[in-house]
């Protein structure tokens, strides 16, 4: 299983969409702020599309095939969320025609402390 996520993740790295390769563009070789950032990283068992580790940040592009599969989009936020990410979400054409703002989201986020990872479900809290 994990070659396979390896072999996934290369794969959506040589065949990313133009908001991805912008967004990269802005993102790799510390350019935002000295942040550094990996894309199409193997957390669990998904790939985010970006990822701040030191941050515990993930950044998802959503193109328009995201509209259809909303449940399982929120599914995943929520696992990943459990682990202890943030995840912001952002649309393909927000990237494509306004990068300034989607990148000052994702400042705004860094600048905050990421949450704790919650290793209770939420029957077995005090």
Known sequence: MKRLNV????SLRAGQTDAEQWLW???RSRR???WKFRRQHE???YIADF?????GLIVELDGGQHGEQMIYDERRTLELEAMGYRVLRFWNNDVLKNVEDVLEVILEALARPAPHPNPLPDGDRD
């Open 7 to 10: 072999d996934s993740a290369r």
């Open 25 to 27: 563009h802005h993102l």
């Open 32 to 34: 935002l702020l000295g």
């Open 43 to 45: 957390i669990g068992r």
């Open 51 to 55: 990822v701040c580790p030191d941050a």
